[in-house]
Each structure stands twice: as C-alpha cells, then as structure tokens.
C-alpha cells in the first residue's frame, strides 16, 4: 500500500513540470490543479459541440 504515495509523489506537475507535492498531487499546487481542471472541462466540452456539429452537418448531407 505503500506503492502508491511513492507514484503520486513521484510525477511532475502536468502544468509547470515542477515537482509535485503530496497534498496536490499530481500537481504541484492547488492553483495548477484548478487550471488543469479548467483546461480538461474546456476542452471535452469543446470537443463534444464540435463533434455534434460535424455529425449533424454530414447526416445533412
Ligand atoms: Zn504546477
């Protein structure tokens, strides 16, 4: 069980490559942890309505 605490420590934070803490991991702070967030949610939604457009315009034609 203790495997996991040394995985999470042990990666860099996705945002700022810096090292991760163990009360942010895998990031390095709270604040990269809310821009990840922020950029994950953006980006799916983004994703979805573009796909949704895309399939609707290729059934049109
Ligand atoms: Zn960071």
Not at 20 to 26: A, G, K, L, M
Not at 35 to 44: A, Q
Not at 49 to 55: L, M, S
């Amino acid at each position: 069980m203790t495997e996991q605490s040394i995985i999470g420590v042990g990666k860099p934070c996705p945002i700022c490559k810096k090292p991760s803490t163990i009360e942010s991991r895998p990031f390095c702070s709270k604040r990269c942890k809310d821009i990840d967030l922020g950029r994950w949610f953006n980006g799916h939604y983004a994703i979805e309505t573009d796909e949704d457009v895309n399939a609707n315009d290729n059934m049109e034609m």
